[in-house]
Protein backbone atom coordinates (compact mmCIF):
# COMPACT_ATOMS: atom_id res chain seq x y z
CA UNK A 1 0.00 0.00 0.00
CA UNK A 2 1.32 3.61 -0.86
CA UNK A 3 1.03 6.96 0.80
CA UNK A 4 -2.47 7.94 1.20
CA UNK A 5 -2.14 11.95 2.17
CA UNK A 6 -4.77 13.04 4.43
CA UNK A 7 -7.56 15.66 3.42
CA UNK A 8 -8.13 17.53 6.57
CA UNK A 9 -5.94 19.80 8.66
CA UNK A 10 -7.17 18.51 12.31
CA UNK A 11 -11.09 17.78 13.15
CA UNK A 12 -12.67 15.69 15.73
CA UNK A 13 -13.31 12.01 15.02
CA UNK A 14 -15.90 9.56 16.93
CA UNK A 15 -14.34 5.68 16.64
CA UNK A 16 -17.72 3.46 17.72
CA UNK A 17 -14.48 0.72 17.29
CA UNK A 18 -12.89 2.45 20.04
CA UNK A 19 -15.76 2.75 22.87
CA UNK A 20 -16.56 5.60 21.42
CA UNK A 21 -13.80 7.87 22.83
CA UNK A 22 -12.78 10.76 20.94
CA UNK A 23 -9.84 10.53 18.37
CA UNK A 24 -8.42 13.25 17.10
CA UNK A 25 -7.63 13.21 12.96
CA UNK A 26 -4.42 14.76 11.70
CA UNK A 27 -4.00 15.43 8.38
CA UNK A 28 -3.28 17.71 5.57
CA UNK A 29 1.01 17.72 5.71
CA UNK A 30 2.97 19.51 3.72
CA UNK A 31 4.07 17.83 0.35
CA UNK A 32 6.46 15.57 1.22
CA UNK A 33 10.31 16.90 0.29
CA UNK A 34 12.26 13.96 -1.15
CA UNK A 35 15.93 13.48 0.75
CA UNK A 36 19.20 11.59 -0.60
CA UNK A 37 21.45 10.32 1.52
CA UNK A 38 24.97 8.87 1.85
CA UNK A 39 26.11 6.03 3.74
CA UNK A 40 27.82 6.50 7.15
CA UNK A 41 29.50 3.99 9.47
CA UNK A 42 30.09 1.58 6.61
CA UNK A 43 32.49 -0.59 8.75
CA UNK A 44 29.79 -1.11 10.92
CA UNK A 45 27.62 -4.62 10.35
CA UNK A 46 25.07 -6.56 11.77
CA UNK A 47 23.21 -3.40 13.59
CA UNK A 48 20.23 -3.81 14.96
CA UNK A 49 19.40 -0.23 16.10
CA UNK A 50 21.18 3.15 16.30
CA UNK A 51 20.61 5.79 19.02
CA UNK A 52 21.91 9.88 19.55
CA UNK A 53 23.66 10.19 22.66
CA UNK A 54 24.38 14.13 23.25
CA UNK A 55 27.04 14.27 21.15
CA UNK A 56 27.85 10.88 20.70
CA UNK A 57 26.44 7.83 18.30
CA UNK A 58 25.69 4.32 19.70
CA UNK A 59 25.19 1.86 16.97
CA UNK A 60 23.75 -1.83 18.31
CA UNK A 61 24.90 -4.95 16.32
CA UNK A 62 25.00 -8.51 16.28
CA UNK A 63 28.78 -8.84 16.48
CA UNK A 64 31.21 -9.70 19.64
CA UNK A 65 31.26 -6.17 21.06
CA UNK A 66 27.45 -5.17 21.11
CA UNK A 67 27.41 -1.41 21.56
CA UNK A 68 29.95 0.66 19.36
CA UNK A 69 30.10 4.39 19.59
CA UNK A 70 31.03 7.14 17.78
CA UNK A 71 30.98 10.87 17.35
CA UNK A 72 29.36 12.97 15.09
CA UNK A 73 32.14 13.25 12.68
CA UNK A 74 32.25 9.33 12.35
CA UNK A 75 35.48 9.06 14.63
CA UNK A 76 34.97 5.49 16.33
CA UNK A 77 35.68 5.87 20.35
CA UNK A 78 35.27 2.39 21.42
CA UNK A 79 32.95 -0.43 22.46
CA UNK A 80 31.19 -2.37 24.93
CA UNK A 81 29.18 -5.07 26.01
CA UNK A 82 28.78 -9.17 24.98
CA UNK A 83 26.75 -11.72 25.42
CA UNK A 84 26.91 -13.97 28.33
CA UNK A 85 25.80 -14.73 32.06
CA UNK A 86 27.36 -12.31 33.84
CA UNK A 87 25.45 -9.66 35.70
CA UNK A 88 26.18 -6.87 33.05
CA UNK A 89 26.03 -9.10 30.73
CA UNK A 90 23.33 -9.52 27.66
CA UNK A 91 21.07 -13.30 27.44
CA UNK A 92 20.55 -11.68 23.25
CA UNK A 93 21.26 -8.93 20.86
CA UNK A 94 19.33 -5.93 22.51
CA UNK A 95 19.06 -1.98 21.95
CA UNK A 96 19.16 0.82 23.81
CA UNK A 97 16.48 1.92 25.83
CA UNK A 98 16.97 5.24 26.76
CA UNK A 99 19.68 7.97 27.02
CA UNK A 100 20.42 10.86 29.31
CA UNK A 101 22.67 13.26 30.53
CA UNK A 102 23.62 13.37 33.96
CA UNK A 103 25.68 15.31 35.73
CA UNK A 104 28.00 15.45 32.87
CA UNK A 105 27.85 11.88 32.33
CA UNK A 106 26.12 10.34 29.38
CA UNK A 107 24.27 7.34 30.52
CA UNK A 108 22.30 5.22 28.04
CA UNK A 109 19.80 2.18 29.50
CA UNK A 110 20.06 -1.44 28.73
CA UNK A 111 17.15 -4.32 29.43
CA UNK A 112 18.27 -7.76 30.79
CA UNK A 113 15.30 -9.19 30.18
CA UNK A 114 16.03 -13.11 32.05
CA UNK A 115 16.90 -11.09 34.71
CA UNK A 116 14.49 -7.77 34.51
CA UNK A 117 17.16 -5.62 35.21
CA UNK A 118 17.43 -2.09 33.86
CA UNK A 119 20.99 -0.77 33.79
CA UNK A 120 22.18 2.53 33.09
CA UNK A 121 25.65 2.55 31.58
CA UNK A 122 28.33 5.32 31.54
CA UNK A 123 29.04 5.40 27.89
CA UNK A 124 32.05 7.91 27.89
CA UNK A 125 33.90 5.49 30.73
CA UNK A 126 32.56 1.78 29.24
CA UNK A 127 34.51 2.80 25.58
CA UNK A 128 37.79 3.24 27.84
CA UNK A 129 37.38 -0.22 29.19
CA UNK A 130 35.57 -2.24 26.93
CA UNK A 131 32.68 -3.54 29.43
CA UNK A 132 29.52 -1.92 30.99
CA UNK A 133 30.33 0.84 33.79
CA UNK A 134 26.93 0.93 35.55
CA UNK A 135 26.12 4.07 37.21
CA UNK A 136 21.81 2.87 38.32
CA UNK A 137 20.69 -0.35 38.16
CA UNK A 138 17.19 -0.92 38.88
CA UNK A 139 15.26 -4.64 39.14
CA UNK A 140 11.72 -4.30 38.33
CA UNK A 141 8.95 -6.33 40.14
CA UNK A 142 7.83 -10.20 39.14
CA UNK A 143 4.17 -8.47 37.81
CA UNK A 144 5.94 -6.57 34.74
CA UNK A 145 7.97 -9.74 33.60
CA UNK A 146 6.44 -8.90 29.71
CA UNK A 147 7.74 -5.54 29.96
CA UNK A 148 9.55 -4.67 27.03
CA UNK A 149 10.06 -0.77 26.57
CA UNK A 150 11.40 1.46 28.90
CA UNK A 151 12.01 5.31 29.84
CA UNK A 152 14.05 6.73 32.58
CA UNK A 153 11.63 9.80 34.40
CA UNK A 154 13.58 10.47 37.20
CA UNK A 155 16.05 8.95 39.77
CA UNK A 156 13.37 8.03 41.41
CA UNK A 157 10.39 6.63 38.11
CA UNK A 158 10.53 4.47 35.47
CA UNK A 159 7.89 4.27 32.16
CA UNK A 160 7.28 1.63 30.29
CA UNK A 161 5.50 -0.76 28.03
CA UNK A 162 4.35 -3.96 29.30
CA UNK A 163 2.44 -7.20 27.23
CA UNK A 164 1.08 -9.48 29.68
CA UNK A 165 -0.26 -12.25 27.30
CA UNK A 166 1.97 -14.66 28.15
CA UNK A 167 3.43 -13.75 31.58
CA UNK A 168 -0.31 -13.35 32.68
CA UNK A 169 0.19 -11.44 35.75
CA UNK A 170 -1.76 -8.37 35.47
CA UNK A 171 -4.20 -7.88 33.10
CA UNK A 172 -3.93 -10.23 29.58
CA UNK A 173 -3.20 -6.80 27.56
CA UNK A 174 -1.13 -4.82 26.16
CA UNK A 175 -0.73 -1.22 28.26
CA UNK A 176 1.37 1.48 30.36
CA UNK A 177 3.16 1.37 33.41
CA UNK A 178 4.89 3.79 35.69
CA UNK A 179 7.43 2.37 38.25
CA UNK A 180 8.64 4.18 41.47
CA UNK A 181 11.67 2.77 42.57
CA UNK A 182 10.63 3.81 46.70
CA UNK A 183 8.64 2.19 47.45
CA UNK A 184 9.45 -0.33 44.76
CA UNK A 185 6.02 -0.38 43.26
CA UNK A 186 4.07 0.48 39.69
CA UNK A 187 1.01 1.52 38.51
CA UNK A 188 -0.29 0.88 35.38
CA UNK A 189 -2.39 2.53 32.96
CA UNK A 190 -4.27 1.39 30.10
CA UNK A 191 -3.59 1.90 25.87
CA UNK A 192 -5.59 0.74 23.00
CA UNK A 193 -5.49 -2.70 22.47
CA UNK A 194 -6.08 -4.79 18.94
CA UNK A 195 -7.45 -8.03 18.48
CA UNK A 196 -8.13 -10.87 16.69
CA UNK A 197 -11.30 -12.50 16.01
CA UNK A 198 -10.94 -16.04 17.50
CA UNK A 199 -13.13 -18.13 15.17
CA UNK A 200 -11.95 -21.51 16.96
CA UNK A 201 -7.98 -20.74 16.70
CA UNK A 202 -6.27 -22.20 19.69
CA UNK A 203 -6.12 -19.59 22.65
CA UNK A 204 -2.42 -19.85 22.89
CA UNK A 205 -2.38 -18.87 18.88
CA UNK A 206 -4.64 -15.81 19.60
CA UNK A 207 -2.32 -14.57 22.29
CA UNK A 208 0.39 -14.52 19.89
CA UNK A 209 -1.17 -12.64 17.55
CA UNK A 210 -2.66 -10.07 20.01
CA UNK A 211 0.83 -9.35 20.97
CA UNK A 212 2.46 -9.14 17.72
CA UNK A 213 -0.75 -6.65 16.37
CA UNK A 214 -0.05 -4.76 19.44
CA UNK A 215 3.32 -4.06 19.17
CA UNK A 216 4.18 -0.52 19.47
CA UNK A 217 7.17 2.52 19.96
CA UNK A 218 7.29 4.64 22.68
CA UNK A 219 9.07 8.01 22.82
CA UNK A 220 9.81 10.71 25.98
CA UNK A 221 9.89 14.33 25.12
CA UNK A 222 13.67 14.87 26.31
CA UNK A 223 12.77 16.97 28.95
CA UNK A 224 11.18 14.59 30.40
CA UNK A 225 7.75 15.91 30.72
CA UNK A 226 5.29 13.70 27.72
CA UNK A 227 5.13 10.20 26.59
CA UNK A 228 3.91 9.60 23.06
CA UNK A 229 2.97 5.79 21.96
CA UNK A 230 2.50 5.20 18.21
CA UNK A 231 1.00 1.29 17.23
CA UNK A 232 2.90 -0.23 14.36
CA UNK A 233 -0.26 -2.11 13.06
CA UNK A 234 -2.71 0.47 13.00
CA UNK A 235 -2.87 4.52 12.22
CA UNK A 236 -2.98 5.88 16.09
CA UNK A 237 -0.61 7.72 18.64
CA UNK A 238 -1.77 8.39 22.12
CA UNK A 239 0.08 11.19 24.31
CA UNK A 240 0.73 11.38 28.16
CA UNK A 241 1.60 13.86 30.11
CA UNK A 242 3.90 12.33 32.73
CA UNK A 243 2.03 10.99 35.59
CA UNK A 244 -1.20 11.09 33.33
CA UNK A 245 -3.09 7.70 32.92
CA UNK A 246 -5.37 9.73 29.79
CA UNK A 247 -4.29 10.37 26.93
CA UNK A 248 -4.67 12.74 24.37
CA UNK A 249 -5.51 10.07 20.81
CA UNK A 250 -4.35 11.13 17.31
CA UNK A 251 -6.03 9.23 14.16
CA UNK A 252 -2.91 9.31 11.24
CA UNK A 253 -5.01 7.87 8.52
CA UNK A 254 -8.83 8.43 6.98
CA UNK A 255 -9.13 4.96 7.08
CA UNK A 256 -7.62 3.28 9.90
CA UNK A 257 -8.80 -0.60 10.00
CA UNK A 258 -10.94 -1.45 12.94
CA UNK A 259 -9.85 -2.80 16.32
CA UNK A 260 -11.07 -6.98 15.64
CA UNK A 261 -8.99 -8.16 12.95
CA UNK A 262 -10.23 -10.97 10.79
CA UNK A 263 -8.24 -13.95 11.63
CA UNK A 264 -7.67 -15.16 7.67
CA UNK A 265 -5.64 -11.58 7.39
CA UNK A 266 -3.82 -12.36 10.20
CA UNK A 267 -2.95 -15.72 9.14
CA UNK A 268 -2.06 -14.24 5.36
CA UNK A 269 0.18 -11.55 7.25
CA UNK A 270 -2.69 -9.06 4.50
CA UNK A 271 -2.02 -6.25 7.43
CA UNK A 272 -0.40 -2.86 6.53
CA UNK A 273 2.09 -1.66 8.61
CA UNK A 274 1.79 2.37 9.36
CA UNK A 275 4.61 2.83 11.29
CA UNK A 276 7.54 1.78 11.87
CA UNK A 277 9.20 3.99 14.09
CA UNK A 278 8.70 7.10 16.51
CA UNK A 279 11.40 9.46 17.39
CA UNK A 280 10.96 13.03 19.73
CA UNK A 281 12.55 16.04 20.64
CA UNK A 282 11.02 18.64 23.13
CA UNK A 283 9.24 20.80 19.81
CA UNK A 284 8.60 17.54 17.88
CA UNK A 285 7.44 13.99 16.87
CA UNK A 286 9.05 12.50 13.88
CA UNK A 287 6.75 9.34 12.49
CA UNK A 288 8.98 6.94 10.15
CA UNK A 289 5.99 6.08 7.75
CA UNK A 290 5.45 3.02 5.80
CA UNK A 291 1.91 1.98 4.40
CA UNK A 292 3.09 -1.35 3.45
CA UNK A 293 1.96 -5.25 3.90
CA UNK A 294 3.25 -7.10 6.26
CA UNK A 295 3.91 -9.94 3.74
CA UNK A 296 5.38 -7.80 1.37
CA UNK A 297 9.31 -7.76 1.04
CA UNK A 298 9.70 -5.18 -1.22
CA UNK A 299 11.68 -2.12 -0.42
CA UNK A 300 8.93 1.09 -0.45
CA UNK A 301 9.69 4.50 -0.06
CA UNK A 302 9.05 5.71 3.45
CA UNK A 303 7.78 9.56 4.75
CA UNK A 304 8.81 11.24 7.58
CA UNK A 305 5.99 12.70 8.94
CA UNK A 306 6.57 15.60 11.48
CA UNK A 307 4.10 16.84 14.38
CA UNK A 308 4.39 18.87 17.32
CA UNK A 309 3.39 17.62 21.03
CA UNK A 310 0.16 19.04 20.23
CA UNK A 311 -0.95 16.87 17.18
CA UNK A 312 -0.42 19.80 14.66
CA UNK A 313 1.40 18.71 11.42
CA UNK A 314 4.39 20.55 10.08
CA UNK A 315 6.64 19.05 7.54
CA UNK A 316 7.14 15.72 5.85
CA UNK A 317 10.17 13.92 4.44
CA UNK A 318 10.36 11.26 1.70
CA UNK A 319 12.83 8.59 1.47
CA UNK A 320 13.45 6.81 -1.87
CA UNK A 321 12.76 2.73 -1.60
CA UNK A 322 16.18 1.93 -2.34
CA UNK A 323 17.29 3.02 1.35
CA UNK A 324 14.53 0.75 3.23
CA UNK A 325 14.54 2.72 6.46
CA UNK A 326 12.81 1.10 9.28
CA UNK A 327 14.53 3.27 12.25
CA UNK A 328 15.79 6.82 12.28
CA UNK A 329 17.32 9.24 15.14
CA UNK A 330 17.05 13.12 14.57
CA UNK A 331 20.17 15.72 15.28
CA UNK A 332 17.66 19.20 14.78
CA UNK A 333 21.07 20.93 15.98
CA UNK A 334 22.69 20.19 12.66
CA UNK A 335 19.83 19.27 10.63
CA UNK A 336 20.95 15.59 9.97
CA UNK A 337 18.60 12.76 10.25
CA UNK A 338 20.38 8.77 10.68
CA UNK A 339 18.37 6.36 9.15
CA UNK A 340 18.94 2.77 9.52
CA UNK A 341 18.05 -0.34 6.98
CA UNK A 342 18.21 -3.80 8.39
CA UNK A 343 18.00 -5.18 4.49
CA UNK A 344 20.86 -3.24 3.48
CA UNK A 345 22.53 -3.19 6.84
CA UNK A 346 23.70 -0.32 6.59
CA UNK A 347 23.03 3.42 7.94
CA UNK A 348 22.70 6.36 6.08
CA UNK A 349 23.18 9.81 6.64
CA UNK A 350 20.29 12.67 5.27
CA UNK A 351 21.11 16.66 5.45
CA UNK A 352 18.00 18.81 5.58
CA UNK A 353 19.41 22.12 6.30
CA UNK A 354 18.32 23.64 2.81
CA UNK A 355 15.27 21.59 2.28
CA UNK A 356 14.54 23.24 5.74
CA UNK A 357 14.92 26.68 4.66
CA UNK A 358 11.22 27.06 4.38
CA UNK A 359 10.12 25.15 6.68
CA UNK A 360 7.71 25.22 10.03
CA UNK A 361 10.72 23.16 11.75
CA UNK A 362 13.00 25.36 13.99
Not at 51 to 80: C, M, P, W
Not at 135 to 152: C, I
Not at 315 to 331: G, I, N, T, W
Not at 340 to 346: G, H, I, L, V
Request: aromatic share 14%; with cysteine.
Amino acid sequence: MGFIPAFALLFILSCSQDDDETWQYIGKFPAPIELEGVRVFESEFGIIHITQADSLIIIATQRDTLFHVYDKKENYLGGFGQIGEGPYELPFYTLIQDVITHNSAIVAFIYNQNRQTLFGVDIPASTQVTEPVVKQEYKLPQELKGAYRFHYLDKESIVGIYDDRFSRLLDHKSGGFYYYVEPDTFETFPLINLEVESNGASPGWIMHAGMNLNIRMMAVSPDRTQIALLINRSPKLEIFRVGSHSPDRYLLHPDPPEDIFNIDLVIENAITIYFEDLYATDDYLYMLYSGRLLSDDESHEKYLQVIDWSGLPHKQFKFPASYDLRSVVVDEENKVIYGMSYSNDAIYKFDYSSADKASTIN
